[in-house]
């Protein structure tokens, strides 16, 4: 993932006067450092492919307006985690702006611009994840929902900037902001995969913050939205079985309940659902080099035969023969 907003500032190799004791650098971040007369600015981050960990720092002495440029559309979560004032983040040429307080933490769009950063004196510490959008999957987050909202946007209107509800940084929140600073700055190949379950995990406290303290939401909802969320990691994964009773289990409700949860707002049994995501990703493989015993076991049955009982009652034919039906002319797939 390109990083893909820049800081319009002079840029410098050190401070020759520092003005202020910056947080130690971090151990594999790309830092860049700016200053001018009412400004020295520290910027950190590092690219994790679907997301980019940034870390910023500012000493002001006077009041400043400091420019930004983003090079296309972007999504951020971002943590202000120490501010003197409000951070005001406006769009050249309108009145169209953000607002970024104390520790508070909100996620916005940014679309491609330039736009100005006022500033008062004061020191100001922010973190933020530049994000890959496609993690707020239109399965888990349905319409309405507040991630939802953020993931369109762009498409009610590309221009201009867009931020959800602020939420105060906690206990919690601090914790999981460590934890990127701690591990996620120290790169590692096994941290590819990591850092999306990280802003899953953030995705949750704001979720937990925005459900308390804006939309109420009924715990019946939530309850269904979870165990779709795990049923469509398992099946993704590959090589489980979608057990409803462990699923009930791990959220602490009977399966009775969360059955009637499920059906009560999404219509469909969680086994329906389950097949809604599982038949499509067998179709493909069946059509790909995989053997039907091997896109058995890779949709959680253990035996090829019941793999193919549970294909043909809801396809209307057996995988053998989807396969012979949909094969092009001269391809074989024995061979």
């Known amino acids: 993932m390109k990083k893909t907003f820049k800081f319009i500032l002079p840029k ?14 971090l151990p594999d971040a790309k830092r860049n ?35 930004l440029k983003t090079n296309k559309p972007d999504f951020h979560l971002i943590y202000t985690k120490k501010a003197t004032d409000d951070i005001i983040i ?17 996620f916005t769009y940014i679309p491609r611009s330039k736009f100005g950063i006022h500033l008062k004196p004061g020191y100001y510490l922010v973190y933020g994840l530049l994000i890959d959008i496609g993690l707020v999957r239109d399965i888990i987050y349905h319409h309405g929902h507040f991630l939802s909202e953020l993931k369109n946007a762009r498409k009610r209107d590309k221009a201009s900037l867009y931020q959800t509800a602020l939420w105060p940084i906690r206990d919690l929140t601090n ?8 591990i996620f700055f120290n790169y590692s190949k096994q941290n590819e995969a990591k850092v999306i379950e990280q802003i899953y995990l953030l995705f949750d406290i704001a979720e937990t913050k925005q459900f308390g303290f804006y939309e109420k939401l009924s715990e ?16 993704n994964q590959g090589f489980q ?3 409803i009773s462990q699923i009930a289990f791990l959220l602490g409700v009977s399966d009775a309940h969360l059955a009637r949860c499920h059906k009560r707002y999404y219509k469909q049994t969680l086994l329906q659902y389950r097949d809604e995501i599982l038949l499509p990703l067998a179709k493909d493989r069946l059509l790909s080099t995989y053997t039907i015993g091997e896109v058995a076991n890779f949709c959680g049955f253990r035996y090829a035969s019941g793999f193919s009982d549970y294909f043909e009652k809801r396809i209307g034919v057996y995988p ?15 061979q």
């Not at 410098?12 to 202020?20: A, G, I, N, P, T």
């Not at 702006?97 to 909100?106: G, Q």
């Not at 053998?320 to 024995?334: A, M, R, V």
């Open 175 to 182: 914790y999981q902001l460590n934890r990127i600073e701690t």
């Open 320 to 334: 053998s023969e989807y396969i012979k039906l949909h094969q092009n002319p001269g391809n074989d797939k024995n």
């Open 241 to 243: 079985e979608v057990n």
């Open 33 to 67: 450092l700016y200053e001018d007369t009412s400004i020295q600015l520290v910027e950190e981050f590092i690219d994790y492919r679907q997301v980019i960990l940034y870390r910023a720092q500012a000493h002001v002495t006077k009041d400043c307006i400091i420019q």
């Open 220 to 235: 019946g909802e939530v309850l269904a939205k979870k165990a779709r969320k795990i049923i469509y990691d398992i099946v």
């Open 12 to 25: 410098v190799k050190l401070f020759e006067d520092e003005k202020h004791p910056f947080l130690p650098q």
């Open 90 to 106: 406006q769009k050249h040429g309108t009145k169209n702006e953000i607002v970024l307080p104390h520790e508070h933490s909100t």
